[in-house]
């Protein structure tokens, strides 16, 4: 599962970063508002944690903005601003809960647990259990017959994808985009090597049967049971329970690791105190010198904020409070009196007295548990057998199916959870205009929801007519359940399908137009070529978003064409697939020595073209969003120096010196 962190402030974002990822989760950071919408916008989040006073774009523009966009992400707003008016004006904004600096992290990660809970349409047991290896979320530990298995954090979210979901096969990119992050993301050989070190771990520790099965040409799944699984009730290891002998060095180690990285994190924060206390110090001494401007103003009064919101979190509850009492003297609007700055001095002082003191040592706290989302279709007049086989269907392809009586009940669903889809049934016996009726209530209300339409006659009258009302798909009988789920998946918003283009480049037709039947339903833009010599003129006229390259062609072969483009500037970084039959050790490594990304064997099986190709449009589109968003954001936002600008805005910075 993955969450945003948008915090400016370094310690603080550390601190959570570091309890996060401890608690097994993915955890993408962003510094300001613009790079979080634009995160947000591209990529699917479990949960955003959001601060209110960031750069660019505050956080409760930034909620807003994501509510008015159908973004439906839970948002845990985590600031200093703690008055009941700014409380209300966050939660009116879109966000879920709303904690105050400085923070208890437990509490934190209690409120996020309770979001990710009241977020999780699945149903998935608290204890995940394969036979006699068990996995307990909430003490984000893995034990084999009550004995702790000592995993590294990869494994254990790799293992929990799997126990999470038993019936679905898993690609290399599929495991990518939920183990890793966009920016650190590795080439599939490493999924190839956490599975090989995770099965290593649990046969040595005593896992006899292996547990992940190796699907070929698809990926991986949990495997199924020998024998049936006999009825228990795992309770797990209380902290009190001890085994025989002392606790493996392995653990010692972790834990003192661990100790170390809170008491770096906690360093970096005492460093950055001097820097702020400076900043505020020196606004001070401005005014009592002369008149501070507004801009000077304002920065001390950001410094101060960071100040009340880090120092509680980090030990400092007595500072905090001193630095809140500064932030609210600066915060007025009114030009500062003699008493106000005799004050402001005042209190700094006892803050420089309060933090000359040892802070309350940082403790680890509590991971916290979720799962994995599924995609919500709500059904209005369909056939009841129909429905039944998208109930079977629905769960090894990540779908829930909710049936409705009436468009009422629609609301009444879409209150408790988000729904992604909804198919509607038009019926010869009944009346069409009802159905259509059903559908330009629902795109009134609801446009960006995507609309399947069932109809029991291929009409064309009717697709016309459905098309003007804002249909988005249809499908006349007979139709199975997974054309359905198939026809809905490239519309979901989480689908990289949209107006990519793929050039398949094999001299066999039949090859060529097995790859177009497999594509296009996906809302992909397919381009044959049949005669490799004319590959480098079609390639800059098709412009196209991945290269399929058969391995065997006359005069010029796959491998050549991939090193001509990896050559090239413009084309040296698209996603190229190679295609040849029989692949065997030789032909994979000449294929990623040549620069492919991915090997695809002949004959061709549907779901795994697919699927690769999916995942790399996906993974590549995003990459390219988001390096030209931080080369934007670089260009025209550097980050400012607040000392520098005082320093060099202070008119009486000679007086001072």
Known sequence: ????????????????????????????????????????TLLTYDLMVLDVQIPHLDGISLCRKLRNQGITTPVLILTAYGSEDSIITGLDAGADDYVTKPFEVSQVLARIRALLRRGDRGHGAPSLVWGDLCLEPALAE??????????????????????????QVFS???????LWTLDDSPTEGAVTNLVKDLRNRLKRSGVIEPVIQTVYGLGYRLKDLPAPPQSRSPSPPTPGDTHQGAAPSGTNNRQRAQISELEAIAARFQASIQQRLAVVEDAIRVLQAGVLNPQQQTIACEEAHRLAGGLGTFGYDAGSILARHIEQLLQRDQPLDSSAIDALSG????????????????????????????????????????????????????????ALDHLDSLDQVMARAPVDAIAIGLHSSGPAGEAFGLLHTIKQRHPKIPVLVLSSDDCLAERVQVARLGGDRYLAAPVTASQVLNSLKPLLPSCPGYQSRVMVVDNDPMTCAAVTNLLTPWGLEVFELNHPTQFWTALHQTQPNLLLLSMEMPTFSGTDLCQVVRQDPRFGNLPILMMAAHPDTVTIHQVFEVGGDDLI?????????????????????????????????????????????????????????
């Open 142 to 167: 893995v034990t084999y017959q009550g004995h702790t298995v000592p995993v590294t954090p990869k494994e254990y979210s790799l293992l929990e994808l799997f126990l999470r979901h038993p019936q």
């Open 347 to 402: 209190t700094l002082l006892k803050l420089k007295q309060t933090l000359a003191a040892p802070p309350q040592p940082l403790t680890k706290a509590e991971p916290l548990a979720g799962a994995g989302a599924v995609y919500q279709l709500a059904t209005l007049a369909v056939a009841p057998s129909l429905v039944e086989q998208l109930r079977q269907v629905a769960p090894d392809q990540r779908w829930q199916v909710t």
């Open 172 to 178: 290399r990119s599929t495991i990518l985009d939920h």
């Open 1 to 40: 599962m993955k969450i945003l962190l948008v915090e400016d402030d370094r310690p603080t974002r550390d601190l959570l970063t570091y309890h996060l990822t401890a608690a097994r989760y993915t955890i993408e950071q962003a510094t300001d508002g613009v790079m979080a919408l634009e995160l947000a």
């Open 601 to 657: 064997g002949k004959p061709i099986i549907g779901p795994e073209l697919v699927t690769r190709v999916l995942s790399r449009l996906e993974r590549n589109h995003l990459r390219q969003q988001l390096a030209c968003m931080r080369q934007q954001q670089a260009m025209f936002w550097p980050q400012p120096d607040n000392i520098a600008l005082l320093t060099q805005q202070n008119p009486h910075s000679q007086l001072i010196q």
